[in-house]
């Protein structure tokens, strides 16, 4: 038998034979007047949007919401899911599940603010930073959704220094 995050329901991650640990996790692509949100990664190394590995008795959905608040101090409502997108971590490969979210609150205090950096972007620099394609899919995608043009002009961050 297997969890939400597709581990054994008994706990911890294992490899079965012939097959990798699939971990679910969910994202949000934050937008707010005209701009998407981005954070670094706890590293500091990337920039990224907000997402975490689903826990048992929460949607993907409320995931996207509880992330983009711990991760960026944002309150919103989500649009329906875009896509997934997966990438290699944690010895298996992550499955996200990624949404589109219109930010109501953005909050000068919130539980990673010491940890991350966020950066407000217009969307053609923001899929320049991301490293994942099928992600940079998505934000040009949500983008067109959201009614803006790709063209940008400047960042806009609470810490305009990038990471690296």
Known sequence: MVNIRGEP??????????HETL???AAAIPWHEGRVCLVTSRSRRR???PKGTLEPGKSAGEIALQEAWEEAGLLGVLGSALGTYQYEK?????????FPMRV???QREWPERLMRKRAWLYPDEAVELIDEP???EMIRRSALLEGLPPAANSLSSDDTTPPG
């Open 23 to 25: 971990i679910r996790q």
């Open 134 to 136: 099928a992600l940079r």
């Open 47 to 49: 920039w990224v949007v």
């Open 104 to 106: 109501q609150d953005v």
């Open 9 to 18: 329901s008994g706990g911890g991650r294992r490899n079965m034979a012939g």
């Open 90 to 98: 944690y010895g298996g490969i992550c499955l996200v599940t990624v």
